[in-house]
């Protein structure tokens, strides 16, 4: 599964560029003159040095979900892998413009984006490209990489890695991957999946809408009054039916979101399509259009998906507006590996519904006879759009969608195995809801839920709270103590929200009489009227009566309102707060005022089961356990409290890895000695030992392996003149083995020439040879004793094993 993101789409001439994935910067030699020394003249270096073999079997490069082409602005996961038994020990990911030599800042295209910094980090001599963090044998790794902007042109993603001293470099096949740009021309009809989707299961996801459309980043013609974005409506759906499409035509249910914000008929279409359907995506209205997110919680809502129904649609009218839309049309949500995508940020960009045909915010209604296709907005429609720019360039992004996996339900057939990520946004998404407090803050459990704040069909809010127990930490502030959720009263329907929006209530007025009971009143206004055009029923005006002193007699005095309650006089268990108020106005007649001026009620706080566990935040994390290879380091912290029993942790460990440990060589121990290769006479003998483990990372070089050492039987007897004759006057003759190398007789002795050697007795780790001399003819006489069969012996095969 991986994280894309939709590009802005616009036109521009188009160009060329390599993503190269290069050696180890270790194996490369100095990098050439001509190549800047600031950026990475080393990793362009290996497209033409250093020893290639071919990585057809072994390595492969390939981009999550094999796209044909990439969409600008999209973030894809790029692994590089290696079958078993292969490895790999270094590698270097980069990205090239076509024609640019890697020697400006401008020559790189494209972001890579660390997924795991135990992995992987960013080249400190060569800011654009990611390398190895720890040089260690490895199998598979991955990063994110985000396409460049429209206009790029095609892309190839190419792959080169380092192991031992072999550099695996590819120009085609396995380790590369070319991808050309994609983008829709105008009127070009939306694109529907080619393939049916093979996931298994349903996976549930999470619609988050952040809209950007304010009068900071889109400041020509804003209309600052009544900016919103209108309720989002869609559905996750089949292939066989589209909510809208670009080069279709709007449906009634289109037209009325796009030009009244009405999501009803749209709706209506939605669940009329019965089994091609199986979620409509819903969002509230969004009054102004823009608003910090510490002030308003951008709208979500969820959904499910199956292997009939795995597209989603949406889309959302800005308004005021002719008939101008964001949204997306068919967006698979399946991938070719028969899973489910894990997140999908889009960036999103107005629409022409084709219905009507003004060209500003609030250009009165003009009907489009006959209706236009559907179209997105460019820079160049009309000189009095909002967007125009004389140079064609992009529009800036109006929203931006997040669509987020939370959960997978049933059976997963998915080819490529789930990461660990994979399995903690299955089985963690519960834990994940709360938020992420302090370590310092030590919080009492939430408060129930409030009463809707709206007493009609009006969506509400209900309130819950928390109290702060213990900030251990005065420079680390604590927040989150109130929590807000919308709400809306049981009998009321979705439906009717839609029918006629009001805005919020606006505060109170100041009471009517500075004395005694009087009246106040506040107001609302109507957002939206109906789409029949029928007034509005709700009410736009509440009274309430209002008390601001008791005693209006002469003798009364004049009170302010009372203040907000004090925090409760307890943590735990039962306690008491307290307001105050303030005289106002005193007396007319000069007395004594008898109002009261504090009130105290009792409070309850949570149960007092135990004294609250108080941490100190975490220490530094120790030094490694080890100085190489694989150790544990730990941190702690201490308890603050005077709790008998705290189950929170004291102390965590995880490992740690460092270089790896030199392996010193290891061999076997001495065979015994050989026989001496003579048979009189002065010879030598030999003795061998075997290579167990070669040295690794640095350990120290092999010993000898094979030792000599002379030896002597016995003196060689001298032949007489008379023993010559005896044996027929034959002589011996000399030549380069000296005494040894015996022709015809040898004392006394009628031998057969030296035998071939033997094999070797072993294949590597110090062996023998053997060769013989037989004799062929004994003779009688006082030699008889002396004649023998030979024999000599030597090393062979004496390289390690």
């Known amino acids: 599964n991986f994280l894309r993101l939709k590009p802005r789409r616009h036109l521009r001439a188009p160009a060329l560029c390599y993503l190269v994935l290069v050696c180890d910067a270790v194996a490369f030699a100095e990098a050439s003159e001509g190549i800047s020394d600031v950026y990475c003249e080393r990793i362009l270096r290996a497209q033409t040095q250093g020893t290639r073999r071919d990585g057809h079997h072994e390595f492969r490069l390939r981009m999550e979900g094999d796209p044909e082409t990439y969409?600008?602005?999209?973030?894809?996961?790029?692994?590089?892998?290696?079958?078993?038994?292969?490895?790999?020990?270094?590698?270097?990911?980069?990205?090239?413009?076509?024609?640019?030599?890697g020697t400006v800042e401008d020559d790189y295209a494209g972001q890579f984006q660390i997924i795991d910094e135990g992995e992987t980090q960013f080249m400190t001599d060569c800011p654009p490209a990611v390398t190895e963090s720890t040089p260690r044998r490895r199998t598979r790794i991955q990063v994110f990489w985000t396409a460049p902007a429209v206009g790029a042109g095609c892309v190839t993603l190419k792959a080169s890695i380092f192991q031992k001293k072999i550099i695996y470099f590819q120009d085609e096949g396995s380790l590369?991957?070319?991808?050309?740009?994609?983008?829709?021309?105008?009127?070009?009809?939306?694109?529907?999946?080619?393939?049916?989707?093979?996931?298994c299961g349903t996976a549930k996801y999470r619609l988050t809408f952040h809209g950007n459309w304010s009068e900071k980043v889109h400041p020509k013609d804003y209309p600052r009054r009544a900016n919103h974005w209108s309720a989002l409506i869609g559905a996750s759906h089949s292939k066989s039916y589209m909510l809208w499409e670009y080069g279709g035509f709007a449906t009634e249910g289109v037209r009325q979101v796009a030009e009244f914000g009405s999501p009803i008929r749209m709706e209506e279409e939605i669940r009329q399509k019965g089994n091609e359907v199986m979620t409509v995506i819903k969002t509230k209205a969004q009054w102004p259009a823009w608003q910090p997110l510490n002030l308003r919680?951008?709208?979500?809502?969820?959904?499910?998906?199956?292997?009939?129904?795995?597209?989603?649609?949406?889309?959302?009218?800005?308004?005021?507006?002719p008939d101008w839309n964001v949204g997306l049309s068919g967006e698979d949500l399946c991938t070719k590996e028969c899973g489910w995508i894990q997140k999908l940020v889009a960036d999103l960009i107005p629409w022409d519904a084709g219905t009507d045909s003004g060209v500003t915010y609030e250009s009165p209604n003009k009907p489009t006879i006959p209706q236009d296709k559907i179209r997105p907005l460019t820079s160049l429609d009309h000189p009095q759009s909002p967007f125009y720019?004389?140079?064609?360039?992009?529009?800036?992004?109006?929203?931006?969608?997040?669509?987020?996996?939370?959960?997978?339900?049933?059976q997963q057939c998915n080819v490529i195995p789930d990461t660990l990520d994979d399995i903690m946004t299955d089985i963690g998404h519960e834990e994940k809801k709360e938020d992420n407090i302090p370590e310092t803050c030590i919080y009492s459990e939430w408060s129930p839920w409030s009463a809707c704040s709206s007493a009609t069909c009006e969506k509400g809010r209900q309130m819950r709270q928390r109290m702060l127990k213990a900030q251990l930490d005065p420079t680390v502030p604590c927040p989150h103590t109130q929590d807000f959720q919308p709400c809306m009263t049981p009998e009321c329907t979705v439906e009717e929200t839609f029918t006629c929006m009001m805005s919020e209530w606006i505060s109170w007025s100041p009471c009517s009489v500075s004395c005694g009971m009087g009246m106040r009143s506040r107001e609302r206004y109507i957002k939206q009227f109906p789409e029949d055009s029928s007034l509005c029923q709700h009410q736009i005006e509440?009274?309430?009566?209002?008390?601001?002193?008791?005693?209006c007699s002469p003798s009364g005095c004049v009170m302010t309102e009372w203040l907000e309650w004090e925090p409760c006089s307890t943590t735990c268990g039962l306690g008491t707060r307290r307001r105050e108020r303030m005289i106002k106005m005193p007396s007319r007649d000069g007395s004594i005022c008898n109002a009261e001026m504090a009130e105290v009620e009792k409070c309850m706080m949570p149960k007092c089961h135990t004294i609250p566990c108080m941490l100190s935040p975490w220490s530094a994390w120790s030094e490694c356990s080890v100085t190489c290879g694989l150790g544990i380091r730990t941190r702690q912290r201490m308890l603050n409290s005077d709790s008998v029993e705290c189950p929170e942790e004291l102390e965590q460990s995880e490992k740690c890895m460092l270089p790896e440990c030199p392996i010193d060589c290891m061999v076997s121990d001495w065979s015994d000695w050989y026989e001496c290769n003579k048979s009189c006479g002065k010879g030598h003998t030999i003795r061998t030992r075997m290579v167990k483990l070669e040295p690794q990372f640095g350990g120290s070089t092999c010993p000898e392996t094979i030792q000599r050492k002379k030896c002597k039987i016995r003196k060689c007897q001298t032949k007489t003149k008379e023993e010559t004759r005896e044996v027929g006057g034959k002589r011996r003759r000399h030549g380069k083995a000296g005494s040894d190398a015996v022709v015809g007789d040898q004392q006394g002795c009628r031998m057969q020439s030296w035998t071939s050697w033997t094999y070797c007795s072993k294949s590597c780790g110090g062996g023998i040879q053997e060769r013989f001399m037989y004799l062929k003819k004994r003779v009688k006489g006082s030699l008889e004793n002396n004649c023998k069969d030979r024999k000599e012996i030597r090393a062979c095969h004496v390289h390690p094993c």
Request: charged share 25%.
């Open 71 to 101: 969409r600008p602005g999209s973030t894809y996961r790029v692994v590089l892998m290696a079958t078993s038994p292969a490895y790999f020990r270094g590698f270097t990911l980069i990205a090239l413009k076509e024609g640019r030599e």
């Open 389 to 410: 720019d004389p140079e064609g360039g992009a529009i800036i992004p109006l929203a931006r969608i997040t669509v987020e996996r939370i959960a997978r339900t049933g």
């Open 176 to 199: 590369t991957i070319p991808l050309c740009e994609k983008e829709h021309a105008f009127g070009e009809a939306t694109e529907t999946p080619e393939m049916d989707c093979c996931a």
């Open 297 to 321: 919680a951008a709208p979500s809502a969820e959904f499910f998906v199956d292997r009939a129904r795995h597209l989603m649609s949406f889309l959302t009218m800005l308004g005021p507006s």
């Open 542 to 551: 509440e009274t309430e009566k209002c008390v601001v002193n008791d005693e």
